[in-house]
């Protein structure tokens, strides 16, 4: 997962990650709302928020949002976040309808939006390739954060240790494989397109990985948690799940959790068991997901 095994994809993934742009997606946030969800975003707010909604391929249809939908447990309420935190950008994250499949890049129905181990499916675009897997999930959602507060500091790390930051992409510059290592070369005209922006994130997926995302990350605390953060255990393969939002009760902390797979497909909403959204945070014990080996505490990382 996150680009498994080895450290790259071919480079023709690379090559051939140049999305087109497409229509502004349709349809306003409605129905489901949560009972602590603040009023609903537009579509122009969620385009500029968003900006896959208007600049990528295959976005499904906005039916509402990730705070509108899901309430936070009984007896618990929502964290306070920052307005402009990355743990603000995903609390608000635009979701599909809720008959909504996972599907893989291909476009083939992977789970049926039945499967009691998914809440929901964002709506956000997979790509044309098998590049958007688990680590490159989080990687993305961090990325288009900064995107949408107008930073161009995005930068991840490939598996042989090449740093992969945005400022070269946008100059025109590409990776070229040399051997076991990658170098940059002028490639292209200068350009800070978002549809620019999204051939570097499948350039990051096609060279970034686990083991790389979880180097880069830093450990966090459980009593440190925050939306954002991520549970990651590195290998070949391995998996990372991202928190979404998170609620409390005194010391008790729940959490909603999402995730790509391989092969690449929508990004996904879990359920820790049929009809639940929140995953109990007990201090004592791993956390359980219904797709990989419990994560330890000792996983949860996130990126500066």
């Known amino acids: 997962m996150g680009n498994e095994p080895g450290s790259s994809r071919p480079s023709s993934a690379v090559n051939s990650a140049e999305p087109r742009a497409s229509a502004p997606a349709s349809g306003a946030t409605r129905a489901h709302r949560a009972p602590d969800a603040p009023p609903p975003l537009d579509s122009e707010e969620l385009g500029r928020r968003y900006a896959w909604l208007k600049g990528a391929d295959g976005v499904p249809e906005v039916h509402d949002t990730l705070d509108r939908r899901f309430a936070a447990p009984a007896g618990f309420r929502r964290v306070d976040v920052e307005p402009t935190s990355f743990a603000a950008f995903l609390r608000q994250l635009p979701l599909a309808a809720p008959d909504t499949p996972v599907r893989t890049y291909r476009g083939d129905v992977l789970h049926p939006a039945s499967d009691a181990r998914i809440a929901g499916v964002v709506a956000i675009d997979v790509g044309r390739a098998d590049l958007q897997q688990c680590a490159d999930a989080v990687m993305r959602l961090h990325a288009e954060w900064l995107w949408a507060k107008g ?154």
């Open 151 to 304: 930073e161009r500091t995005q930068s991840y790390r490939a598996a042989a240790g090449t740093a992969l930051p945005y400022e070269r992409y946008r100059r025109g510059e590409r990776l070229v494989p040399e051997g076991a290592t990658l170098s940059w070369k002028p490639m292209a005209r200068p350009s800070d397109e978002y549809r620019t922006f999204r051939g570097y994130l499948d350039a990051v997926f096609a060279w970034a990985n686990t083991v790389s995302l979880e180097r880069q990350a830093r450990s966090v605390t459980r009593d440190e948690l925050r939306a954002g953060d991520f549970f990651i255990l590195p290998g070949n393969p391995g998996h990372a799940v991202l928190v979404l939002d998170v609620a409390a009760s005194g010391a008790e902390r729940r959490a909603l959790l999402g995730q790509s797979f391989m092969p690449a497909q929508s990004f996904q909403i879990l359920r820790p068991r049929a009809g639940e959204a929140w995953f109990d945070l007990a201090a004592e014990r791993d956390l359980r997901t219904p797709f990989w080996r419990p994560f330890p505490w000792t996983s949860l990382k996130r990126l500066p």
